[in-house]
């Protein structure tokens, strides 16, 4: 795999976490030139890393707009992928799918002990939901939390460590969102939103309290 400039994996995480985003906006945000951040896409265009698109504007030249490749992705760690898919496919082979059903249930009831724990003690959605989001971002899928206009939060998960697993079967999608459920409360409603095996760029959960979710 290619090795990248400290300024090239600057580019590559800011595209992970924000998606495309035009030269111009990738210079103000990592505060360098718009000439040194064309060099630096340049680069990575030549690594098959990034790629473009050229959007016409309303006015004056077309803008460009970058985005990770595949490649660029499968620079981000995925937890052992193949072998965890050997696993599910044995454990599915072996037991069925009542028995890969418990499975992930016995992981679900795992991660609910810890994250309970996590939480334990904080008041206010938005400290819970921020407290999830670090738990998230320690276990490697680069989650923030933010708090939007409309006062609802939004938990972003900009990489998934388990997508080859979620892949095969997406029990783990919904133990996952099952699992927030749970750890954030009956009074709280979440929404994915964005969903990377449905071809999205990130997973992405609205998080509100139930009552203005049943208004909605």
Known sequence: ???????????????????EQTTATIAIHLDITAPGARKHLNGLLEGGLVTFEDRAGRVGRPERYWRLTGEAQRRFPDSHAVLTVEMIE?????????????????R????????????????GLGARVAALAEIRAQEGYMAEADEQPDGTWLLAENHCPICAAASSCRNFC???LA????????????????????????????IQPASEGQHA
């Not at 044995?90 to 016995?106: A, T, W």
């Not at 679900?108 to 008041?123: N, P, S, V």
């Open 174 to 176: 919904r133990s996952e």
């Open 108 to 123: 679900e009831r795992q991660m609910l002990r810890r994250y309970d724990a996590a939480l334990a003690g904080l008041d």
């Open 1 to 19: 795999m290619r090795d990248v400039s400290p300024g090239e994996d600057r580019i590559l995480r800011l595209l992970k976490f924000r998606g």
């Open 90 to 106: 044995s454990v599915r082979g072996l037991f069925g799918e009542d028995g890969l059903d418990r499975l992930i249930g016995e």
């Open 179 to 206: 699992l927030f459920r749970q750890v954030l409360g009956e009074d709280v409603s979440i929404e994915r939103v964005d969903y990377i095996l449905e071809g999205a760029r990130r997973c992405a959960y609205r």
